[in-house]
């Protein structure tokens, strides 16, 4: 069974931009929750969808969001990028119940 | 601010030493979680301990639990270089609506 995708691995941005990520769930799974991880902040949880529904939102500002397809494909959106959003995202999917939740590699962002 | 910390943040030690490492949360919780992270890739999920669960055993690790103590650890024993990573306690906690909260870490260095 394919594990969790993450595309792009790696991106480069200027502030004032804007920026999609996109994560594909190991098949089966309807739960894709996005991390963010810095060297300050460590790993903070963004957001959890499940079934194209957002079910569990972080405390992260309005310029962050997500959406999840039919398909369990999910997409993160970062629009205004500011240098403090340079950082790991991290996806992972979940099949449900057990919270045991299975990682991608990340798509690290860097923002100049 | 995040729900697990883990002490302590930085452990080296010689192959075939037992390492442990602890946790500690703030909410009640449903269970706990530990992962591990090589240098800034995606989390591999090692074991996941539930709230009414004491002790769990996978191979060479240990995870006990105290739920009146708010606290968890992770004890690797005959510990190996292929173990140096990052470690991370996560729970999984249904208060403000988030769901998976990780720590900082213990970055853990195996020396051969």
């Known amino acids: 069974k394919a594990g969790v995708t993450q595309t792009p691995r790696y991106l480069i941005k200027t502030r004032g931009q804007q920026v999609t990520l996109s994560c594909s769930p190991i098949s089966g799974h309807r739960s894709v929750s996005w991390y963010q991880q810095t060297p300050g902040q460590g790993l903070q949880f963004l957001f959890e969808y499940f079934s194209e529904t957002q079910r569990n939102k972080g405390n992260f500002p309005g310029r962050f969001s997500g959406r999840q397809f039919s398909n369990s494909r999910s997409e993160m959106n970062v629009s205004t990028l500011e240098l403090g959003d340079s950082a790991l995202y991290l996806c992972?999917?979940?099949?449900?119940?057990?919270?045991?939740?299975?990682f991608g590699p990340g798509t690290r962002l860097t923002v100049l | 601010s995040q729900q697990g910390e883990e002490d302590p943040q930085a452990l080296s030690i010689q192959e075939g030493e037992n390492a442990t490492m602890n946790c500690s949360y703030k909410t009640s919780i449903n269970n706990l979680q530990w992962y591990r992270q090589n240098s800034g890739r995606g989390l591999v999920h090692l074991i996941l301990?539930?709230?009414?669960?004491r002790e769990k055993h996978s191979g060479r690790l240990r995870v006990t639990l105290d739920t009146s103590k708010k606290s968890s650890s992770l004890l690797i024993t005959a510990s190996r270089a292929a173990d140096t990573a990052s470690y991370f306690c996560a729970t999984d906690s249904r208060t403000g609506g988030f769901k998976t909260i990780f720590g900082a870490g213990t970055r853990l260095f195996v020396k051969a």
């Open positions: 301990i539930r709230s009414n669960e």
């Open positions: 992972a999917s979940e099949q449900g119940g057990d919270n045991e939740q299975f």
